[in-house]
């Protein structure tokens, strides 16, 4: 079983559309929660940390369900703009404090 | 403020010859972490240095080192190159504590022959 696992898509929606992305992690000690973008050859970008009360920035919302040990992240209003690829990624934190990301979820948003 | 920078932006070695890739972290951010991403396979972790000290390593062969200066700039060494060792490989810092966030580099993307 992976580490952390993903739907890999790819999720194809019209502008405006919403669309939702969730993750599970096999880990219990994970400590630390995030969901980056990364486009296409390029780096991954930050996209907003996760914690278990749940957090809203802008147009995205993410969830944290410890006890099922499940992430999501909600897009609402899609824009072009949006299209990317969508990594869940966790930290067991303490000695460890490595990444660790899932494959991550392709996001094609049309006109 | 400036990111986290990577040098080269792009290395082609033959097999058998040895990479060496560099990174500057965000100022102030005394963690360096390096990543690999090879073609089709997510990112696997590969390093991780604080205070000039390695404090973990993935699950990779030991011709992948490196090394953490005092000003907290690292290097990524990679010794008998293998044609699978071409990747793009991520930088990223972070503060102190564990768990922080990591912020990426553009990356160096390695291609052996």
């Known amino acids: 079983r992976k580490e952390v696992e993903q739907d890999p898509g790819p999720f194809n929606v019209p502008e405006g559309a919403t669309v939702a992305f969730n993750c599970t992690y096999s880990?219990?000690?994970?400590?630390?929660f995030f969901w980056y973008r990364q486009d296409c050859r390029k780096e991954p970008k930050l996209l907003m940390s996760v914690y278990s009360s749940g957090n809203e920035d802008g147009r995205f919302t993410a969830q944290l369900n410890r006890a099922s040990q499940y992430i999501s992240l909600l897009i609402r209003d899609s824009k072009l703009s949006d299209s990317a690829t969508y990594l869940c990624v966790v930290n067991v934190g303490g000695a460890t404090n490595k990444l660790i990301f899932g494959t991550g979820t392709l996001l094609a948003v049309q006109p | 403020e400036a990111g986290v920078t990577q040098s080269p932006t792009h290395l082609i070695k033959t097999r058998g010859q040895q990479a060496t890739l560099r990174c500057s972290p965000i100022s102030g951010h005394t963690s360096v972490y390096w990543y690999q991403q090879a073609l089709g396979l997510g990112l696997q972790f590969l390093l991780w240095?604080?205070?000039?000290?390695?404090?973990n390593r993935g699950n990779f062969p030991p011709r992948f080192s490196g090394r953490q200066f005092p000003n907290y700039s690292s290097e990524l060494n990679v010794n008998a190159l293998e044609l699978e060792d071409s990747a793009l490989y991520l930088c990223a810092s972070s503060l102190a504590p564990a768990g922080a966030v990591q912020f990426f580099g553009p990356g160096t993307r390695l291609t052996v022959l």
């Open positions: 240095y604080d205070e000039g000290e390695e404090r």
């Open positions: 880990n219990s000690a994970s400590q630390s």
